[in-house]
């Protein structure tokens, strides 16, 4: 009978959003216990990566862009995290790929021909200050992931995953079957209150809705008319 062996471990590879430049970096399912967000920093002193989980049921990980100036969400079920696969952290927009993270020997064979320079486009990246109101942002998250934990995050067309990307003022959701989107503003203390009574959110198929403090607090969204940048 073969042993089931449980990693504990998986290597990420990623381009720096500054420098350029790719690193591989050890990650460690103890290094989440008891934190709320663990950081991930380049060489050059740039933030690389924040991975967010509660009870390691799924993982939440930010990926600067270094070519759309936003910053992608990937979730992660618990189950895949540490199952010996690799996960692909992609441009939402171009399908690019930031980063890799799995297993070492695996990671290092997709990444052999990485070593290209970025800085042309890391340099067109927004500097530190890159919310409007990082507090704001950052509990705004916390209340998506609670949605999307409960399963209760989907589009009307069908599709359960939802592509989330981070920008300095709203989230926006995307559903890549049908194309909708929703937005959810993140600016102010009304913007959380809002999210923060919201027990589901539904795409509308084919559609275009916001999700912010000029809408009804009894989860209504208001449509501004504004279109998806492409």
Known sequence: MENNIINSTVQLAMRCPECGKLEYHELSRFQLSGVKSLYINCSCGAEKLIIKTKKHKEYWIQVPCVVCETRHLHTIPGKLMWNGGVHYLLCHETG???????????????????????????????????????????????????????????????????????????????????????????????????????????????????????????????????????
Request: some cysteine; aromatic content about 8%.
């Open 96 to 230: 690019l790929e930031l980063g890799f993270l799995g297993p070492e020997e695996k990671v290092k064979e997709l990444t052999s021909g990485y070593e290209e320079d970025l800085k042309a486009l890391a340099s067109e990246f927004p500097d530190d200050d890159y919310f409007h109101n990082s507090d704001i942002m950052y509990e705004v998250l916390n209340c998506l992931h609670d949605i999307a934990e409960r399963d209760a995050l989907y589009c009307q067309c069908g599709n359960r995953d939802v592509d989330v990307d981070i920008f300095p003022d709203r989230l926006e959701l995307h559903c890549k079957e049908c194309d909708s989107v929703n937005i959810i503003y993140a600016e102010n203390e009304e913007d959380l209150k809002v999210i923060q009574k919201v027990d589901n959110i539904e795409l509308v198929q084919n559609g275009f809705e916001c999700l912010d403090s000029y809408a009804s607090t009894k989860k209504s969204y208001k449509n501004t008319g504004r279109k998806r940048n492409k």
